[in-house]
């Protein structure tokens, strides 16, 4: 016994001395050609990053598939290579398809992280493939939470990548410019990271314990400047676009539109840490339509944001509150919807901007101002709206944070819709955001209120979040109050008037053997109500989770649940007869998900949420069918049924949802995409085709076609009717730097 514990304080003190280490990043004054082949002379010179350790499927020995990186720089650019070997010289990488920003925990990558405030909160992530697929991100919130990677950041930077006998190699050149940092910094924090789909491994050479994620920031290592940083110079890029279409709305009987656009977008390093961005007359007709959800809530549904110039630095603005109350929500912002066929469209923006970035190592800004445009066939005046967000970091890795939103209209009252017409509408809060040192402790305390013209009682919403996470054990704890005149008019809020609070405890087991890598009970509750009706909701679940090896995960929850309808309601989701108001309704059910190995040609994810259902039952299935066909793209089908029985004279319902969508990637600058949604609650066929040719770095041509259909079910067939609107548009956009 005695001779293991040395070998264990052996080991302990070996680890140790090896993952504490930093690296150097040293100056180069030789050519570096960016082809994958790190074979230059000068890589000979550069301090290395080696003995990555495993975070999956343990977090406690070297990876299985070593990897190598080397880091350098010049005047202009830092240079990072890396040669990635594999135990088995004979195998096929994984890759989604060969569109740039890949994602998931199953393709084959390599990727570096560079904290250059040294926060431990926020950093850039710069990432490739084996098929020299590129990707650039930003992490927020410490690389916590549901906000903290964004793949929507796009910059200028090059990469290549060569495969190789048992082994593949990277090279990166990353301009000085695309990165926000101070002058005379001597370093930086970094982590680099790979991930492994022959062996199901992914490995990190600064360690991160398994129970946090891959991009976790607090356990960063230091990497050293040579040479103090320089400013990099100045930093000014414009992207024009143009674009022009034509469209056809046949429901109404219109004549067919035909428009041609200009604009661009400007970007302005004020300091190299700080961003200004400007965009005249945007147009977001190239962005991905929204996944359409069959709609069986009482509450309004979020979607996420999907416009490029809302989502750089979308933490600055979007993380405050929580996911069910959200003082600011950019989608107010130039868009609207059109219920006929559950599309959001776009409205005009004559002209936006935005300053964000650093001001100093511990300070953050950000500030916003958008126009958007009248509509006055439906009586909505042009709208501003502006945005101001402070972020100060205090202790080790938290920050207290100040929002103020304002929406005003300098348009006279005239003839607009008084429903529409509101003269100002403003809202301002602070935000705790708790993070401690060694990331055990993560939480919120929030206050925010919301201003009108007339002010009313009860116009804020509190709330407090509290987590502690270690191997073994994690426990969350999450409590609000929202008013029942809490009115953020440019803000998300599911529900008013309630008070609330919900607690989630699990239990966590890694198995030394066997293919399931982590598994382990829980248990939580959630409770709301308020002081008119008293109970409103409560739940209480059983929870089990189990991951394997192979990266398939499964989540099963047994839930008994209260619900209390203060308001009619129909939960056929068909306009049919609604449950009458103060009737209160008690179920049970089981709710579950499982995602299959996504290494595989063929995956798939199923869930289901099926049991009583108010006065009936609930028969619901839904998930996605993916087929890979590498490099040139894959084949998905998503899909949602419900099956509602209701007693007499309530209607039943068989609700389906199908959404095929075909993605080929024919080289690394050629995509095209098409989307089919066929959803028969709204009675609607919406198609969505889009080409894309990269011909030039972050310059696009888009070819984009859309058509919606009158669709019914009538006994499982789909009886295609007319078409409700059609329109084909063209937009290309170029990317300068000067």
């Known amino acids: 016994m005695l001779r293991w514990k040395v070998l264990g304080l052996f080991f302990f003190v070996l680890s140790f001395s090896v993952f504490g280490q930093g690296i150097e990043i040293r100056k180069t004054n030789s050519k570096i050609t960016i082809d994958g082949n790190p074979n230059e002379l000068a890589w000979n010179e550069a301090d290395s990053a080696y003995n990555f350790q495993q ?47 890949f994602f998931g925990d199953a393709n084959d990558s390599f990727s570096v992280l560079f904290d250059t405030f040294q926060d431990n909160t926020n950093a850039f992530i710069f990432g490739i493939n084996p098929f020299g697929v590129r990707r650039e991100g930003l992490i927020s919130n410490g690389g916590t939470g549901r906000s903290g990677f964004s793949l929507d950041w796009d910059n200028k930077w090059f990469g290549e990548a060569v495969q190789g006998d048992g082994y593949w190699s990277v090279e990166m050149a990353i301009p000085l410019k695309t990165l926000r940092f101070t002058e005379n910094q001597e370093q930086w924090n970094v982590n680099f990271y790979r991930v492994d789909s022959e062996y199901a491994e992914r490995s990190t050479w600064s360690p991160i314990p398994r129970n946090y994620s891959i991009i976790n920031l607090s356990t960063m290592r230091k990497m050293n400047w040579e040479e103090p940083t320089k400013k990099p110079g100045s930093n000014l890029s414009l992207i024009p676009y143009m674009t022009s279409g034509v469209s056809k709305d046949f429901q109404n009987d219109l004549p067919s539109e035909s428009d041609f656009d200009i604009g661009f977008d400007l970007k302005y390093a004020v300091t190299p840490g700080l961003n200004l961005d400007l965009t005249v007359n945007p147009d977001f007709s190239q962005v991905e339509v ?135 509408n403003r809202t301002v809060g602070v935000d705790y955001n708790l993070a401690s040192a060694d990331n055990r402790w993560n939480g919120k305390l929030y206050y925010h209120q919301s201003i009108d013209e007339n002010q009313p009682d009860e116009a804020f919403a509190t709330g407090l979040e509290l987590s502690y996470n270690v191997q073994k054990w994690s426990w969350r704890m999450f409590s609000q109050v929202i008013g029942a005149n809490y009115n953020p008019e440019v803000g998300f809020v599911r529900r008013r008037d309630i008070r609330q609070i919900s607690s989630t405890l699990n239990r966590t087991y890694f198995p030394d053997h066997g293919s399931v890598q982590r598994h382990g009970p829980g248990i939580d509750f959630d409770v709301t109500g308020n002081d008119q009706f008293g109970l409103l909701d409560w739940d209480i679940n059983l929870l089990y989770d189990v991951n394997w090896r192979s990266s398939a995960r499964l989540s099963l929850r047994l839930r008994r649940q209260f619900t209390y309808l203060f308001n009619g309601f129909d939960p056929s989701g068909t306009g049919g007869m609604r449950l009458p108001s103060d009737t209160e309704y008690t179920n ?45 793209g894959f084949t998905s089908i998503n899909f949602a049924y419900n099956r509602i029985r209701l007693p007499d004279p309530f209607n039943d319902a068989n609700l389906f949802l199908i959404g095929p969508r075909f993605d080929f990637t024919f080289t690394r600058k050629l995509f095209w995409t098409t989307f089919v949604q066929y959803n028969t609650q709204i009675e609607n066929l919406n198609i969505n085709s889009r080409l ?47």
Do not use: C, H
């Open 588 to 632: 049970n059910l089981i709710i579950a998900r499982y995602n299959s190995d996504q290494r595989k040609e063929v995956s798939f994810q199923l869930s289901t949420r099926s049991g009583g259902y108010f006065n009936g039952t609930r028969i619901n299935l839904e998930g996605s069918v993916n087929l890979r066909y590498q490099p040139l």
């Open 290 to 424: 929204d996944r359409q959800v069959t709609n069986l809530d009482r509450f309004e549904i979020f979607f996420p944001e999907r416009r490029q110039f809302f989502l750089e630095n979308a933490d600055l603005f979007a993380n405050y509150g929580n996911f069910r109350s959200r003082p600011f929500f950019s989608r107010r912002i130039g868009v609207a919807r059109d219920e006929s066929t559950g599309q959001n469209l776009q409205n005009p923006i004559p002209v936006g901007t935005r300053l964000s970035g650093k001001v100093n190592n511990n300070l953050r800004l950000g500030f916003l101002s958008m126009q958007a445009g009248s509509e006055d066939d439906i009586g909505l005046p042009s709208y501003n709206f502006s945005v101001l967000s402070l972020q100060q970091k205090v202790f080790a890795r938290s920050n207290v944070s100040f929002l103020f939103v304002n929406k005003q209209t300098f348009a006279d009252r005239g003839s607009y819709d008084t429903n529409l017409y509101n003269r100002w």
């Open 55 to 101: 975070y999956f499927p343990s977090d406690t020995s070297l990876a299985y598939a070593p990897t190598v990186a080397r880091i350098l720089f010049d005047d202009q650019f830092i240079y990072v290579s890396a040669i990635l070997r594999n135990p088995t010289k004979d195998r096929e990488y994984i890759t989604p398809s060969l569109r740039r920003d």
């Open 692 to 738: 894309q040719w990269r011909f030039a770095p972050v310059s696009d041509f888009f070819l984009v076609y859309t058509d919606n259909y009158l669709a019914t079910n009538d006994e499982g067939f789909i009886n295609l009717g007319p078409s409700k609107s059609r329109a084909l548009v063209f937009k290309l956009t170029y990317w300068l730097n000067f």
